[in-house]
Nanobody
Framework: QVQLVESGGGLVQAGGSPRLSCAAS????????MGWFRRAPGKEREFVAA????????KYTDSVKGRFTISRDNTKNTVYLQLASLSPEDTAVYYC?????????????????WGQGTQVTVSS
């Protein structure tokens, strides 16, 4: 079992670069691959980025490649999502999730634990 708590969201101007954090507790953080998903208004939740348990391997959805960076600090039980070059289309609730799979997986049903989400609103 693992509990996940996201932070770092809020109202951001277009072009901004906030960093989202997701703190984990309750189990061995380094045994989980971690991912970030987002749900934009009126849309389905979608995969954004994932990182392997070691932090060596990452995956991104095409729309964020070159703009977002996922990383993790296993000594702090925290995964991060650095956002950059934001546009209003990036407005969404951002969720972190933990997967028992060691590799960076991209499907929702490959994740076993979810945080409550943090709202990111990008103003133009």
């Amino acid at each position: 079992q693992v509990q996940l708590v996201e932070s770092g969201g809020g109202l951001v101007q277009a072009g901004g670069s906030p960093r989202l954090s997701c703190a984990a507790s309750g189990s061995t953080f380094s045994s989980f691959a971690m991912g970030w998903f987002r749900r934009a208004p009126g849309k389905e939740r979608e995969f954004v980025a994932a990182i392997s348990r070691s932090g060596i391997s990452t995956k991104y959805t095409d729309s964020v490649k070159g703009r977002f960076t996922i990383s993790r600090d296993n000594t702090k039980n925290t995964v991060y999502l650095q956002l950059a070059s934001l546009s209003p289309e990036d407005t969404a609730v951002y969720y972190c999730a933990a997967s028992h799979f060691g590799l960076p997986v991209t499907k929702e049903d490959e994740y076993h634990y979810w945080g409550q989400g943090t709202q990111v609103t990008v103003s133009s």
